[in-house]
């Protein structure tokens, strides 16, 4: 009776940006994977991958339906870590599924990596109606089942300059609302670490959640004591509704500019509590994988390094 286990072909569409790069890393650790990367430039996937026997490499634009065909054929599972516009998150993924369908390519991992934004009504989370439409597409395939990665926020931002929670050079924490409110996240690369399990566990299909960790800013800020051994200071911004009336403000004041208010909306539909993806999570299923938490993540960096940790994910290294 042979009892190997199946190799399996998993086909990743972005292997160039952040997270598909993790992703891609966290394949590559079981011997039973075969990666079809799909770039617009393979000159700059980085050479730990580039140079893999088992990593197969794939020139074309987001919208090249024979070249997406060519790269998705074989594949057990596609994956897609595309993060850009509308255009490329809907009309970039639907070419993909396509693709899929065409090939008999039985899952298709969207990107998502997010808040459960199905909660919401399309246009109330402007940032994630991409992922509602691909969601809702996914649904008229007969073929190709879906599946969807939900880990709340992603940790790594949080502490940059990005969302203003951390003041590097008072040990400050800012946060809306009354510091209570639950703050869900995972690491980068437990997200990466998790999907590349679900890329080869052929049983998952659906919605599966992960979190490393769900702590309100006061629990965050004793772990930043543990770590650090300095006492942030909190700082309160203002009630929850103070957060949604300065959004919508600016979103009128900069109609054209949504990098003006985007923020503003992730950080207030993150802690209000319509998107949460705990408590129950499919953590369990894959128990060889450790949760990062709010205190892990702090540990693994010094307190110099912790505002720069999302943009050292873009380091070649």
């Known amino acids: 009776m042979n009892t190997a286990t199946p190799s399996t072909t998993v086909?990743?569409?972005?292997?160039?940006?952040?997270?598909?790069?993790?992703?891609?890393?966290?394949?590559l650790k079981d011997p039973t994977v075969t990666l079809h990367g799909y770039s617009r430039d393979?000159?700059?996937?980085?050479?730990?991958?580039?140079?893999?026997?088992?990593?197969?490499?794939?020139?074309?634009?987001?919208?090249?339906?024979?070249?997406?065909?060519?790269?998705?054929?074989g594949c057990d599972v596609v994956v897609c870590a595309y993060l850009g516009d509308d255009e490329l998150m809907v009309d970039g993924q639907k070419a993909l599924i396509d693709a899929c369908e065409a090939e008999a390519?039985?899952?298709?991992?969207?990107?998502?990596?997010?808040?459960?934004?199905?909660?919401?009504?399309?246009g109330v989370l402007f940032p994630k109606d991409a992922?509602?439409?691909?969601?809702?597409?996914?649904?008229?395939?007969?073929?190709?089942?879906?599946?969807?990665?939900?880990?709340?926020?992603?940790?790594?931002?949080?502490?940059?300059?990005?969302?203003?929670?951390?003041?590097?050079?008072t040990n400050t924490l800012r946060y809306w609302g009354e510091g209570v409110?639950?703050?869900?996240?995972?690491?980068?690369?437990?997200?990466?670490?998790?999907?590349?399990?679900?890329?080869?566990?052929?049983?998952?299909?659906?919605?599966?959640?992960?979190?490393?960790?769900?702590?309100?800013?006061?629990?965050?800020?004793?772990?930043f004591e543990n770590v650090y051994g300095i006492k942030p200071k909190l700082e309160r911004l203002g009630s929850l509704n103070d957060l949604k009336n300065l959004m919508q403000e600016l979103r009128a004041q900069h109609p054209t500019d949504p990098f003006k208010y985007l923020f503003f909306y992730m950080m207030y539909y993150w802690i209000n509590g319509s998107t949460l993806v705990g408590p129950d999570?499919?953590?369990?299923?894959?128990?060889?994988?450790?949760?990062?938490?709010?205190?892990?993540?702090?540990?693994?960096?010094?307190?110099?390094?912790?505002?720069?940790s999302y943009f050292a994910l873009a380091s070649d290294q």
């Open 11 to 27: 086909g990743l569409a972005g292997i160039t940006g952040r997270f598909g790069r993790l992703l891609a890393a966290h394949l």
């Open 131 to 169: 992922m509602k439409h691909v969601r809702a597409y996914l649904g008229t395939k007969e073929k190709v089942a879906s599946v969807h990665i939900l880990v709340g926020a992603f940790m790594d931002p949080m502490f940059s300059p990005i969302f203003e929670v951390l003041d590097p050079a």
């Open 105 to 122: 390519v039985p899952r298709y991992i969207a990107s998502d990596w997010a808040l459960d934004y199905d909660k919401l009504a399309l």
């Open 42 to 73: 393979p000159s700059r996937v980085i050479a730990a991958l580039s140079s893999s026997p088992r990593v197969r490499l794939f020139q074309g634009g987001a919208h090249d339906r024979d070249k997406i065909q060519a790269f998705v054929k």
């Open 281 to 308: 999570v499919d953590n369990a299923k894959y128990p060889n994988i450790k949760p990062e938490t709010w205190e892990d993540f702090m540990g693994k960096r010094s307190l110099g390094e912790l505002p720069a």
């Open 181 to 223: 409110e639950v703050w869900e996240a995972t690491s980068y690369d437990k997200a990466a670490e998790y999907t590349a399990a679900v890329a080869v566990d052929r049983t998952a299909v659906g919605v599966q959640k992960f979190l490393g960790d769900r702590k309100n800013i006061k629990e965050i800020a004793a772990s």
